[in-house]
């Protein structure tokens, strides 16, 4: 059996993706976010956590589904991740598990051509019957922040 990783399964807009858990600083309900006047389309806002100013992206808003996340929901989670030195935060519909998968299930996402390329998905996860897309946070915060 190969390496095995383990996935932060997000709930967004009723589908599941994932985010490799190594990313994940910590997952919490999601708090009041402060709105930006005039910023960008996926940031939501910035939250305060134990003194430290985090923006807050709008992870519905980034991948153009309708809307915006079910604010206010009682399984609304906001999750911080660390993109180098950075902390980010994630908002999104619910976390529903955590899964630990061989490597081997990993799968590159596949490419159709240029013009459906998916610049936040890195890849395909098949496990439990089920394919969910791995998303890439680096790329969900570029020109985000």
Known sequence: MSE??????????????????????EI?????????????????GVVSLRGTIVPV???RRRLSKQG?????SE????????????????????????LRVSRSVLKP?????EADRQPFV???CEASERLRLMLDVR?????AT
């Open 75 to 98: 399984n609304e989670r906001l999750v911080v991740c660390r993109i180098g030195s950075r902390r980010v935060g994630l908002l999104v519909d619910g976390v529903s598990a955590v």
């Open 139 to 143: 790329a969900l915060m570029e020109d």
């Open 4 to 25: 095995a990783v383990q996935l932060c399964v997000l709930l967004i807009d009723g589908q599941d993706y994932v985010i490799d858990l190594m990313r994940v600083e």
């Open 68 to 72: 915006s996340a079910a604010l206010g």
């Open 122 to 124: 890195l890849g395909v």
């Open 57 to 59: 992206v709008d992870v």
């Open 109 to 113: 996402a596949p490419r159709m051509s």
């Open 28 to 44: 919490l309900r999601a708090p009041v976010v402060t709105t930006l006047p005039r910023a960008k389309g996926v940031v939501h």
